[in-house]
Antibody, heavy 116, light 113 residues
């Protein structure tokens, strides 16, 4: 079935780095744009980044621009989010999602906690 | 950036009653090239990822019950639940995809009265 599975979350100190992965299965990964969306504890959804189906364009929220990098590997159907210079305000559940007519397939999320 | 503002922040409605949630964008999300509104609605239940309900402001995603409908154009949009069911308790979000960043509204929490 169509599925997205995130991994890589954890507890990290401010200023450190973390890399998230999102394994896609059950659909043609190379034909969809992919997004990261995050949700801080008890808060709403915040769009983080998008990468086009071919990887040729990427856009970021201002809050993560210059610190986070979205990428994709079509050889293993995986989406990535490299997060550098992490801040306490980056603490959230991070979801990867597929863009169909909207964000129509979501993973279950992986939790990132930035704390000393 | 386009700011999305939902109203109300929360509401409590009786089972079987009609529910409306509003979403306003700080600029139009109607694209002149195709006359489509780049606006979607999601439902998020506790402990779950969001679920896509409506795209192009008014097109129901496959499998979504027909009690859910979307309307509006330009900068003002509405999600309507025609007859509230217990399983509709959730937080509802609008999102614009007219331009990056693809901003979300702050969410509307729907409860049973």
């Amino acid at each position: 079935q169509v599925q997205l599975v995130e991994s890589g979350g954890g507890v990290v100190q401010p200023g450190r780095s973390l890399s998230l992965s999102c394994a896609a299965s059950g659909f043609s990964f190379t034909t969809y744009g992919m997004h990261w969306v995050r949700q801080a504890p008890g808060k709403g959804l915040e769009w983080v980044a998008v990468i086009s189906f071919d990887g040729n364009y990427r856009f970021y929220a201002d809050s993560v621009k210059g610190r986070f990098t979205i990428s994709r590997d079509t050889s293993n159907n995986t989406l990535y989010l490299q997060m550098n210079s992490l801040r306490p305000e980056d603490t959230a559940v991070y979801y990867c999602a597929r863009w169909g007519n909207g964000l129509d397939v979501w993973g279950q999320g992986t939790t990132v906690t930035v704390s000393s | 950036d386009i700011v999305m503002t939902q109203s109300p922040d929360s509401l409590a409605v009786s089972l079987g009653e009609r529910t409306t949630i509003n979403c306003r964008s700080s600029q139009s999300v109607l694209h002149s090239s195709n006359n489509k509104n780049y606006l979607v609605w999601y439902q998020q239940k506790p402990g779950q990822p969001p679920k896509l309900l409506i795209y192009w402001a008014s097109t129901r995603e496959s499998g979504v019950p027909d009690r859910f409908s979307g309307s509006g154009s330009g900068t003002d949009f509405t999600l309507t639940i025609s007859s509230l069911q217990a399983e509709d308790v959730a937080v509802y979000y609008c999102q614009q995809y007219y331009t990056t960043p693809y901003t979300f509204g702050q969410g509307t929490k729907l409860e049973i009265k």
